[in-house]
């Protein structure tokens, strides 16, 4: 198993374009995290899933933010409409249900740049 | 969400220890301490976690105050590839999400 991987690694779009971005867990880990980092700041955490279902949301994940595990392994995080302020780092983490540490294994990340 | 407060940057050598200390004077009795570390353009990874008692595992040490108020975590030998950001959290007992503040920055001087 090679860890948790992203793709696309980079992406750059133009105001008002849709972007998809997709993650893959490490294969038996069944909780899946998404989180945003921008330039100097630590990530913020955006929703989390166990499985397929989404069981929490962070504010900052507005209605144009929509992400789907439709069968609990990857994960794809939408952003309709984007913005400037979109611009970040995206990152992924999974973790197993029975990780006595909840310990979370990151991806590289997806950098977004918003023109 | 507990709050914990870092210096935003240290310097230390090679083949030196390091002390990285983490201020968290509301940490309620359930909030583990987890420390996690981000290396230049990559994902962060985890280091070390506690509740009460000091521990240790093979990447570094975690001292624990008596008050749980401060923790401090130890590279024994710092390395040039112990460069990174390194965040402190409190996560409360079962849940799942990290709150990252912004880290302290560790260079390691050769």
């Known amino acids: 198993d090679t860890g948790v991987s992203q793709d696309p690694r980079h992406k750059i779009t133009k105001r008002g374009q849709n972007v998809t971005f997709r993650c893959d867990p490490i294969s038996e880990h069944n909780r899946l995290y998404w989180y945003r980092q921008t330039l100097g700041q630590g990530p913020e955490f955006l929703t989390y899933?166990?499985?397929?279902?989404?069981?929490?949301k962070s504010r900052l994940l507005s209605d144009r933010f929509s992400a789907e595990r439709p069968k609990g392994s990857f994960s794809t995080l939408e952003i309709q409409r984007t913005e400037q302020g979109d611009s970040a780092m995206y990152l992924c983490?999974?973790?197993?249900?029975?990780?006595?540490?909840?310990?979370?294994?990151f991806g590289p990340g997806t950098r977004l740049t918003v023109l | 969400d507990a709050k914990t407060t870092q210096p935003n940057s240290m310097e230390s050598n090679e083949e030196e220890p390091v002390h990285l200390p983490c201020n968290h004077s509301t940490i309620s009795g359930t909030d583990y301490i987890h420390w996690y570390r981000q290396l230049p353009s990559q994902g962060p990874e985890y280091v070390i976690h506690g509740l009460t008692s000091n521990v240790n595992n093979r990447m570094a040490s975690l001292a624990i105050a008596e008050d749980r108020k401060s923790s401090t975590l130890i590279l024994h030998r710092a390395t040039l590839r112990d460069a990174a950001v390194y965040y402190c959290?409190?996560?409360?007992?079962?849940?799942?999400?990290?709150?990252f503040g912004q880290g302290t920055r560790l260079t390691i001087n050769p």
């Open positions: 959290i409190l996560r409360v007992a079962n849940a799942q999400k990290l709150v």
């Open positions: 899933f166990q499985n397929e279902a989404q069981l929490e």
């Open positions: 983490a999974s973790s197993s249900w029975d990780s006595f540490n909840n310990e979370q294994f």
